[in-house]
């Protein structure tokens, strides 16, 4: 059964960087779509980056357009999300998740394996 820990996590200044990753365990990714997603608190929680399965169509937040980008490496089952430029409103907790379909969306109710989530803490 497919697996995902994220990592990368930490606190950062506002423009700042940080690279999130998100490996995979118990199956390969190379069948999935990947997306990463993101909740603060008392917030709902909403997509932010996915990648589909052939590597070649990507959709993005308007928030984090030009900012944040996906990546995804099947060889090593790993995917990335590398985060530039960061504000405190993109402080939340992250996940990456997997949809069989393999189409890329921001709509999490396609996706059916989640990791556990990091932390992002952007403050000065």
């Known amino acids: 059964q497919l697996q995902l820990v994220e990592s990368g996590g930490g606190l950062v200044k506002p423009g700042g960087s940080l690279r999130l990753s998100c490996v995979a365990s118990?199956?390969?990714?190379?069948?999935?779509?990947i997306g990463w997603f993101r909740q603060a608190p008392g917030k709902e929680r909403e997509g932010v980056a996915s990648?589909?399965?052939?590597?070649?169509?990507?959709d993005y937040a308007d928030s984090v357009k030009g900012r944040l980008s996906i990546f995804r490496d099947d060889a090593n089952n790993v995917a990335s999300l590398q985060m530039n430029g960061l504000k405190p409103e993109d402080t939340a907790v992250y996940f990456c998740a997997t949809d069989p379909s393999g189409i890329a969306t921001l709509n999490a109710r396609y996706y059916d394996v989640w990791g556990q989530g990091t932390q992002v803490t952007v403050s000065s």
């Open positions: 118990g199956g390969n990714l190379n069948s999935y779509a």
């Open positions: 990648i589909n399965r052939h590597n070649n169509k990507f």
